[in-house]
C-alpha cells in the first residue's frame, strides 16, 4: 500500500492549521500542524515532511528567513500560503526556494491540487526499465560536466559532489537539459516547472533561472551555460548526452 505524503501546516492561526488539517486528511494526506519555525525544525528532524504550507505573517522569526532555513537543511515541497499578495512578496519567496505561491483567501480545491501538483514533481522518477529488472542509464543527462539524473532527481557537479536544487529548480533544468541549443520562451518554461497550475506571472522563470544559475554557473553574471535571448527567452548552450 503506498504510504501517504506527510504534510506539515505551519501557520500561527490555530484555525487555519485546522481547517487545512481537515482538508488535507479528507484527501488522504497525512498532517501535522505546527506553529512556529522552532516546532517546524524539530518536526523535520524527526518526522520529515513531504511538503510544508509555510504562512510568511508569523511573529518572531518570518516565513521568509524560515523558508531559508529549510532548503538549507531539509529536501522537501515548499508551498507559501499567505496573505501577502505583493508580487515582490512573490517573487522574494521563489527566490528562498518556494516551488509555488498562494494568496489568502484561497479555494481549498485549488491548494490541493497545487499541493499534488508539486509532490509529482519532487517525487522520484521510476525508470520504465525498473519493471523488467534491467539496467538503465537514459534518466542521465550530462553537459560540461554536470550530470543531472532525472530518476533519483539530483544533480552532480563536476567534481561529482551533488548540487541541492528545489522541485521547481530540478524541473528547469531538466526542460534545459532535454531541449539542448534550443531557444525556450518563458511560456515554456513555465508550463514545463509548474503545469496547468502555473500562475500567470511568467517573470518568475527569470527567478528561477536567476537562481539555478547562482549554483551551476562559474559566475552568475556572466553566464556560459544558461544564456538570455533577448525578447525570446533562454538556451542551455553545451550539448548535452545521455548515460
Known sequence: MKQASHIAVLDDEVDITLLLANYLQSHGFRVTQVHDGRALM????????????????????DGFSIARRLRESFRCGLVIVTGRGDAVDKVVGLEVGADDYVTKPFDLRELVARVKAVLRRIAPEVPASAATGAASS??????????????????????GEEVALTGGEFDLLQAFARHPGRVL????????TRGREAAPFDRTIDVQVGRLRRKIEADAEDPQLIKSVRGAGYILVPPVSHG
Open 42 to 61: 524539530s518536526l523535520m528532524g524527526s518526522d520529515p515532511a513531504d511538503l510544508v504550507l509555510l504562512d510568511l505573517g508569523l511573529p518572531g522569526e
Open 138 to 159: 537514459s534518466g542521465r543527462l550530462r553537459f560540461a560536466g554536470w550530470q543531472l539524473d532525472t530518476a533519483a532527481r539530483s544533480l552532480r557537479n563536476p567534481q
Open 185 to 192: 520562451s518563458r511560456d515554456f518554461l513555465l508550463e514545463q
